[in-house]
Every structure is written in C-alpha cells, then in structure tokens.
C-alpha cells in the first residue's frame, strides 16, 4: 500500500476512535455522576455497539469513512486481541486449551446435526444452511466468506447469513455476560468456556468477555473466552474441507481452496505475546517499565477492541436483517440456542465428572 492508501483510513479510524471515547464518557456520567458508583457497573462496549447501531442506523454513514471503519472491524479488533495475550501465561493457555478443545468439537457437531434436521422441515436452501452452520460454530462471517467459494454460494445466500449471524452475535453478546455470571455462579472458567463456544464471531466474543470483565471484574474470564473462540477459530482449517466435500461429492473436484489463505494468523500475534509476557516476567519482573509496559498494552487492548465494537455496531445495517425472512431466522436462532445449551450441558457433565 501506498502513502494515500493508509491517508483514506484515518477517517474512519478517527470516527471509530469517537465513539470510543463517547462511550467511555457516556460509561462515566450515568455509572460514577448518576449512580455514585466508584467505578462504573455499566460496560464500555456494550454502549460502543449500541452508539454505533444508532448512528449506523439513523443517520447516513459517508463513503469516506468506510474503508476506516472496514480497517478497525477488522485489523484494530486482532491488534486488540494479539494485545490481550500479554494478561496470560502459557501454562494457562494449555490448561484452558484442553478443557475447551472437546467442548468445541461437541458443539460443532451437535449443531451440524440439529441444522441438518431442521433445513430438511423448512427447506431452505443446501447452502445457506451451511453458510449458517459453519458462521454458528466456528467464527462467523469470517468462516462464511471462507467456505461460500467452495459451496459456490451466491450473493444473497451469502448476505443472508452474515445478517443472520450479526443478529444472533449481537443478542448473544449483550445477554450471555449477564447469564454467565447468573448461572455459573461467577466462576471465571466456566464462564469464559461458555462465552468463547456459544458466541458466533470473534468480535462479538471479546465484546461479550470485556462486557463481563467490566461488569464482574474478571479478567480471568475475558482471557479465558477469548483463548477458546481463537481455538474454535483454527477448526476453520478443518471444516471447510469437510463442507466442500459434502457439497461437491459426485462434482468436480474443487480448485483454488487453501488452508494458508483461511489461516487465522493473528492467533501467532496472540501466541507471541503470552511469550513476551512469560520471558519479561522471568527477566525483568521487578522492573518498573516492565510493569507498565504491561498495564499500557492491557489498556491499548480495551481501546482496541472497543473502537472495534463501535465500527461493527456502524456497519450493522437493521434493514438487511429485516429483509432476511423468517425461515433463516429460525435457522439461526436454533443454532445459537443448540450451541449455548449444549456448551452447558458440556460444562455440567465436566464439572460432574472430571473436577
């Protein structure tokens, strides 16, 4: 990229930015002015996306802030996410891994055969319930963009999940926080296990995990919930072969699928810091710049992600959501419910069993 490349984003990056600090404004008065709250029990994210569907919604958005906007949906939401790696330790990331690895895969599954069932009684499309199904269970719209070459989804289909699934990700992040807490009783790894399976895109996870660390204070579990989506993220590898194979058996074999292209990269970002923050604290963990540097990327990570919050809830258009019909909508709807209820159950039957 060029010069004037970088110079067309910074409208919407400024914007973003924006609504950011409104929404820490905003987070202040109502929970420290009004309530009397020494710090605020409202969360700073939750009133970014909401700010940011109000004015995405009500007043036009101009081309020039788009590009921007597309840049912090995007790579200001991983840089956020790759700054989040500095609250862990590796030895953490491997105990979460291990319980959330089968309750991923269990998840998968089971909501793969609950849409199986139901697009046979509603008879939707082949390839929209996929598109759904892979957005359901792994991680959104980044997964729906990846498989709709290989099922040879059209436009609308593709549209149609993406609204479906921005639907349900946004409910399913103002809500789950709240439930977690209400039904897991405040602990930290439960929690985290179920808001990083029972929540569509990664965005919308880290929204969910920081809503529940402002709300809670639980840091625990934003690190938690954020290590299993990045976790869940990585079966894209494996699942988009498995859909091309179930749509294309008895077709040409499908060209141009490649596992580097999907790759979710900014997991090694994420990866890497935990390996910073373990070989500083070795080293330097007495240091004072070192104890800052750390509090400054934690700080940057919050920002981060709530700039990208705000730029989600900017571009999240109600009209196309209305227009999705309501058979896409039960789809969809059944596939949050079947993921969140069978990522308790798996949660209950690991409480029983193994702790």
């Given at each position: 990229m060029v010069l004037k490349d970088y110079l067309v984003l910074i409208p919407g990056i400024i914007l973003a930015f924006i609504l950011y600090s409104l929404s820490q404004g905003f987070n202040n008065i109502i929970g420290i002015e009004l309530l009397g709250y020494s710090k605020s029990p409202i969360s700073t994210a939750m009133i970014a996306i909401l700010l940011g569907i109000f004015f995405g919604n009500f007043f036009k958005i101009r081309e020039s802030f788009q590009k921007g906007l597309d840049f912090s949906r995007d790579y200001i939401l991983k840089l956020?996410?790759?700054?989040l790696g500095i609250q862990l330790k590796p030895f953490e990331f491997l105990e979460f891994g291990k319980v959330a690895i089968p309750l991923i895969v269990i998840c998968i599954v089971s909501v793969l055969i609950v849409i199986k069932l139901i697009i046979k009684k509603l008879q939707i499309p082949t390839r929209m319930a996929y598109l759904i199904s892979i957005g359901s269970t792994v991680c959104g719209t980044t997964a729906i963009m990846a498989t709709a070459p290989v099922i040879k989804a059209?436009?609308?289909?593709?549209?149609?999940?993406?609204?479906?699934?921005t639907l349900?990700?946004?409910?399913?992040l103002l809500l789950y926080p709240y439930f977690a807490n209400f039904y897991f009783e405040g602990n930290s790894l439960f929690a985290g296990l179920f808001l990083g399976t029972a929540i569509h895109e990664?965005?919308?996870?880290?929204?969910?995990?920081?809503i529940y660390e402002q709300q809670f204070n639980s840091p625990e579990t934003l690190n938690i919930a954020t290590v299993t989506k990045l976790i869940r993220n990585t079966f894209l590898i494996v699942m988009i072969p498995i859909f091309a194979f179930l749509y294309n058996r008895g077709q040409a074999k499908e060209k141009g699928y490649?596992?580097?292209s999907i790759f979710p990269y900014f997991v090694l970002g994420f990866v890497g810091m935990i390996i910073l923050r373990n070989v500083g604290d070795e080293v330097l963990s007495n240091n004072n710049n070192w104890i800052d540097f750390i509090n400054t990327i934690k700080t940057s990570s919050k920002i981060f992600l709530t700039m990208a919050m705000a730029a989600i809830g900017l571009s999240t258009n109600l009209k196309d959501i209305r227009n999705m019909g309501y058979k896409p909508f039960i789809v969809?709807?059944?596939?949050m419910l079947t993921v969140g209820i069978v990522s308790i159950l798996t949660i209950e039957i690991y409480v029983k069993f193994f702790i």
């Open positions: 956020g996410i790759i700054c059209n436009k609308s289909e593709i549209s149609y999940a993406i609204a479906n699934i349900f990700g946004i409910l399913s990664t965005s919308q996870v880290a929204a969910a995990g920081l490649s596992i580097l969809g709807f059944t596939s």
